[in-house]
C-alpha cells in the first residue's frame, strides 16, 4: 500500500499516511488532532536485489544544470 507524507499547518508536524491510491487525495488528520494539513511531494528510491547489475549506465557527471550542453 503507499505512503503518502503530510505536514500539519497548525503545529508543522510531518506524519506519514497508509493508504489506497484511490484515497490518495483525501485529507488526513494531524496525530496532534488538527485538521488543516498539506500533502507532501515526496520523492521515491528504487532500489535492485541481488549481485547482478541493472544493466543502465549510470547518468553523465558534471555540467550544470543540462549536462553542459548549453555552455552554463
Do not use: I, W
Amino acid at each position: 500500500m503507499p505512503r503518502y507524507e503530510f505536514r500539519c499547518r497548525a503545529c508543522g508536524d510531518t506524519f506519514e499516511v497508509n493508504r489506497p491510491m484511490a484515497q490518495a487525495g483525501e485529507p488526513a488528520p494531524c496525530p496532534q488532532g488538527h485538521a488543516d494539513t498539506v500533502k507532501l511531494l515526496s520523492t521515491v528510491a528504487v532500489t535492485g536485489r541481488g549481485g547482478g547489475g541493472s544493466g543502465a549506465s549510470p547518468a553523465p557527471a558534471g555540467g550544470g544544470c543540462c549536462g553542459g550542453g548549453c555552455g552554463c
